[in-house]
């Protein structure tokens, strides 16, 4: 490992040794986010790294020692999927086993100690069921709640490798979505699922043997939906937070889309309360003629049973086609099926994505300030003028985290410079940190905690601009490096100190450069009225304000190289590429990267969530076509002139891949020096390992070209016509 990072320093036209290769960003361990015991004391982890030589990943367990933070191998293997903490004692788990010998495409349920692992097989599923929850009841019985994808005639659980297949494939639609994110969608909806494990001989302490009668029971059937059928998770990236057991096992609430409503142009989705046993239709809690207030009627969020399991926490926006309206607190007091809604701080001007109960009726909310996803701390009563602070810092951004007994937190985190860090905290004290991912993986030695800064200017609007600045390794300010200028994509989501295995800004930094991400105007975490400012200005405000943040650090910053500088962005990102390409920012780079971006905003409706377009755009495409021709890229090449590399991908739904075939046919035309790189089986992100190696190695020798530090461009293998 470390022979390879002197031969690849050797090359390097800085000089400067690289703490940080590609192969070691995507192989390194990947560690999910800790999953607290019921005590408190310890936490179970999974790890998944990539070997180079097998190619192929492996997934280990541990557990954490939240005393210590001793980190030890946990007693099972990559077999368990997921594993919740439910049982006799405090080291009880139930967890899910991928295999199955009866059943093919099944999963199977196994009970155990972490302690004194002697595990004992409880339920096979006949599906590859998932986000699995549970409580174990007064009678020692426990009842779970899992979730898979259900037949659309009858409701009862999906297994692709059992159901026959049709004898075509066409697929006929009556209404939108076609497709969505990176699948077309079929008959089958996700659904919720409750079962129960049946304690024999039970008694107080609940240590009977447990037995599974098969049967598990669809919590969404029923539900009378006039336009969208039900469907949790919400699909493509709801899991196992989108429900909640209450901790007597009787009800589960749970987040649907609204049944009422096109689920392509409205993001409207409601919390509903069904019994466990299944035994009454799911009611909503909020939504139309619901006791919530008439103004919230957007996207809800994160359903929590409070301990006592009378109240009900959970977040929702007002905007009901606005996915970046702020989300506002909520507690539902609960009796039976019945709910009454009250907001919690309703004028906080935050966003809360996720939150859990505390001592003493405290909700811990998760919410962004200044692009670092912070926790804070909200009485589930306080009125609307409560002012919450934040009691982690800028310096961590929150992955996920547990309430611990005595009322501090276990903190799952990252930042630019540690895939994963586990703290504790409790609110008003310093944090404790247990475990911090670049301290021991070999792979992130010599990443600091100094490589990333930021620095704030005024823009032409008054408003405060913020830029987070990636450093590389043996960085010295006296030298002047090369600059990566990143925007992010969105527009609305903050790009900050934060580790990603998709854009690395420390990785980018390796390569020889100064990497600096703006949060420019239409940002969130700023402020809601500053997220707001982006709309119908896709091309104005932010685009001014990268003018000023490039001219800010050419006068400023002198170890930046602004007259050798690269610009790079993905989505919204690389619509800004294509934007800047057609205007004057375009000609102040060498060159330019695209991944997955519009050329045509005209062409806006080739995407699925309508939504989006339709808010940013201020209106629909024949209503306000002037709108979708304000900030229209197409309309400008032929001001075409920065090199460009190109990445887009065939299963990439959102913007479609003939936007990018459009773009590099245009630019090869106009003689422009040009990529493009294409992956049949990637969406909108490059997720497989393989080819996000390739992504980076052809991604990095353009920039590296195009800024002098490679001699050539690489040749092998170009596809030749
Ligand atoms: C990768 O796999 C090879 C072949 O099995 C093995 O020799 C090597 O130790 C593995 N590397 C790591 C980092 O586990
Ligand atoms: C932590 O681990 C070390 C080494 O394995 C051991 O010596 C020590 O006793 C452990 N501490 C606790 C509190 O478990
Ligand atoms: C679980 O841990 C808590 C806190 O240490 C303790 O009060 C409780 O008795 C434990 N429960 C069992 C069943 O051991
Ligand atoms: C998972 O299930 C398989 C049988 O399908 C079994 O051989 C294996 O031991 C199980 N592993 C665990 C950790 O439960
Ligand atoms: C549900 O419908 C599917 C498709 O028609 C069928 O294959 C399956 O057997 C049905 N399941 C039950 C439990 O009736
Ligand atoms: C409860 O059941 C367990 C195991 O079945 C047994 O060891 C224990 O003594 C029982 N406790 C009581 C209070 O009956
Ligand atoms: C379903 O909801 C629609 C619209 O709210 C209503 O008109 C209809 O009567 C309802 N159907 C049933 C069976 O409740
Ligand atoms: C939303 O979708 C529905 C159903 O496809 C359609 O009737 C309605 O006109 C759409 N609304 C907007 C604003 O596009
Ligand atoms: C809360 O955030 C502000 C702004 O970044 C920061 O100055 C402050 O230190 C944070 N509070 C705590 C307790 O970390
Ligand atoms: C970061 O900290 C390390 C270790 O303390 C130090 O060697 C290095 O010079 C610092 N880098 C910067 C950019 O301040
Ligand atoms: C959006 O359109 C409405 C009228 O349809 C108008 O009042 C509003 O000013 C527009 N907003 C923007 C940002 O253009
Ligand atoms: C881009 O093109 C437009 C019209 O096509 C022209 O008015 C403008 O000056 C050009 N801008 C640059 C920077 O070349």
Do not use: C
């Not at 990236?237 to 142009?265: C, E, M, R, W």
């Not at 996803?373 to 009563?381: D, G, Q």
């Not at 934060?498 to 402020?527: C, E, I, M």
């Amino acid at each position: 490992m470390a022979l390879r990072k002197i031969v690849l320093a050797a090359s390097a036209v800085m000089g400067s040794a690289w703490a940080l290769s590609t192969e070691d960003m995507l192989a390194a361990p990947r560690r999910s986010t800790a999953n607290v015991n019921p005590s408190g004391e310890i936490a179970l982890f999974s790890s998944t790294r990539y070997n180079w030589t097998t190619h192929k990943s492996k997934t280990t367990w541990h557990i954490l020692d939240i005393a210590s933070g001793n980190i030890t191998d946990a007693p099972f293997d990559s077999a368990v999927s997921e594993v919740v903490w439910v049982g006799p004692v405090n080291t009880s788990i139930l967890y899910i086993n991928e295999t199955n010998e009866e059943v093919p495409g099944g999963v199977t349920l196994w009970t155990a100690d972490v302690r004194d692992f002697a595990p004992t097989l409880v339920a096979s599923l006949n599906a590859p069921f998932a986000g699995l929850k549970a409580v174990q009841t007064k009678s020692g019985n426990i009842n779970f709640v899992v979730n898979t994808k259900a037949y659309w005639n009858n409701g009862s659980a999906y297994n692709e490798e059992l159901a026959s297949k049709p004898l075509s494939s066409g697929g006929l639609y009556d209404n939108t979505f076609v497709r969505h994110w990176n699948e077309y969608i079929t008959h089958e909806r996700f659904s919720i699922f409750s079962g129960v494990l049946t304690a024999e001989k039970a008694n107080a302490t609940g240590s009977g043997k447990l037995s599974f009668n098969g049967k598990v029971k669809n919590l969404l059937w029923g539900i009378n939906a006039t336009v969208t059928r039900p469907e949790t998770p919400v699909q493509p990236f709801g899991d196992q937070g989108d429900y909640d057991i209450s901790p007597d096992g009787k009800t589960v609430a749970f987040l649907t889309k609204s049944p009422h409503l096109s689920k392509a142009n409205y993001t409207a989705s409601y919390i509903y309360l069904v019994p466990h046993d299944g035994s009454e239709v799911a009611v909503p809690v909020n939504g139309p003629n619901t006791s919530a207030p008439k103004t919230a009627q957007g996207a809800s969020g994160y359903p929590r049973w409070s301990p006592d399991g009378t109240k009900l926490a959970y977040g929702q926006q007002d905007g009901i086609y606005y996915e970046s309206d702020r989300f506002k607190l909520y507690v539902a007091t609960v009796d039976g099926l019945k709910s009454e809604v009250k907001s919690v701080a309703e004028d906080w001007d935050s966003t809360p994505s996720g939150l859990a109960w505390g001592p003493e009726g405290h909700l811990y909310v998760a919410s962004e300030l200044n692009a670092m996803n912070r926790l804070w701390v909200v009485p589930y009563e306080a009125e609307a003028s409560y002012k919450p602070e934040n009691f982690t810092g800028e310096d961590t951004y929150v992955s996920d985290f547990s309430v611990l007994p005595d009322g501090s937190v276990l903190v799952s985190a990252a930042s630019g410079w540690t895939s994963r860090m586990f703290y504790v905290q409790k609110p008003g004290s310093d944090k404790k940190v247990l475990f911090t991912a670049n301290e021991v993986d070999p792979e992130l030695a010599g990443l600091q905690e100094n490589s990333t800064t930021y620095f704030w200017f005024q823009n032409k609007d008054g408003d405060n601009i913020q830029t987070f600045v990636f450093l590389p390794t043996d960085f010295d300010p006296a030298k002047k490096y090369p600059l990566a200028f990143i925007v992010h994509g969105g527009p609305q989501v903050a790009q900050g100190d934060n580790w990603s295995t998709r854009w690395n800004l420390r990785l980018w930094a390796d390569q020889g450069f100064v990497v600096t991400t703006v949060q420019f105007t239409g940002t969130p975490s700023y402020g809601q009225e500053f997220t707001d400012k982006i709309a119908n200005n896709w091309g104005g405000t932010p685009y001014t304000d990268l003018e000023e943040a490039f001219e800010y650090m050419r006068k400023n910053i002198p170890y930046i190289d602004t007259d050798n500088a690269i610009a790079a962005g993905a989505s919204y990102g690389a619509f800004m590429m294509n934007w800047i390409q057609g205007h004057a920012l375009g000609k102040k780079f060498k060159a330019i990267v695209s991944h997955d971006g519009k050329l045509s905003q005209r062409g806006a409706y080739a995407t699925e969530e309508l939504w989006f377009i339709q808010k940013d755009q201020n209106g629909t495409v024949w209503d306000n076509p002037e709108n979708y021709a304000l900030w229209d890229p197409l309309d400008y090449v032929g001001n075409f002139t920065t090199p460009q590399f190109i990445v887009h991908n065939d299963l990439d739904y959102r913007v479609v891949v003939s936007d990018g075939v459009m773009l590099f046919n245009i630019l090869q035309s106009r003689g422009v020096p040009s990529r493009f790189l294409h992956f049949p089986d990637e969406g909108h992100w490059v997720l497989n390992r393989e080819n996000s190696l390739l992504w980076h190695k052809y991604i990095f020798n353009w920039i590296r070209y195009y800024t002098g530090q490679d001699k050539e461009l690489i040749q092998d293998p170009v596809i030749k016509q």
